[in-house]
């Protein structure tokens, strides 16, 4: 009897630590938005060069015009096409040819991982897309005539703020880029700032850019194993 105890206990326990383990992503709804406190006038912010994003989003719908911010950069718009399921990001900045890269997701899980980047070497700005389970690549390269270093400080990065319904895993911001078909996002340690949605709006990259909802409100729910 006591060895059986023993045992419900310790099954008790382990049910506990897997369920406080378990991934959140953050809910956004229409109207819903968040910003980070403004970036500092630091050294790498104050003088951007590369710039690579990764996320992961799940249960997605097409939104019902071109106000579907999923996450503000000072320099790029992350959102979806109108009235279609195309994950699109502007370029706000390297003008006078400020474009865009984007790509299709008819067809695909619900559920995907994407790594945005602008390389400063070679003047492209790219998108990658996977499937949650590493496979179904896509990628989309936009090449431009010149870029020049940008100014982050004082700006703030922010998610939500238009009509989309997603979930968004987690935001990763690096100062660093890869090369085109490496290993999808998989690892927490965006330098230039990392939310992980974990039921909170807490930067865990060590920069203090936590976010605060600025209009409307916002839930969590599980993310899928």
Known sequence: MVRSVGVLISVFLLGAGMRAEERQSL????GAAAQSRPVPNTVPYKAMKDLRVEIRLHDYTAPPDWNSWIISLPDFAIRFVQAELQL???????LPESKMVALELKGR???ILARFQRNFSNKTITLEIWD???TN?????TQ??????TNWAGKNIGVGGG?????????????TVVPLKSSPPAHADGDLGDWEFDGTFGDKSGRGLD?????????????PS
């Open 144 to 149: 431009m005539t010149g870029m020049s270093p």
């Open 88 to 94: 699109h990001v502007s370029d706000l900045v390297d």
């Open 163 to 175: 009509t989309m319904r997603t979930r968004l895993a987690y935001l990763r911001l690096y100062s």
């Open 27 to 30: 809910v956004l709804t229409p």
């Open 132 to 134: 949650i389970d590493g």
């Open 109 to 111: 899980k619900k559920d």
């Open 211 to 223: 976010m605060k909802v600025s209009d409307g409100r916002f839930g969590f729910s599980a993310t």
């Open 137 to 141: 690549y896509s990628v989309a390269t």
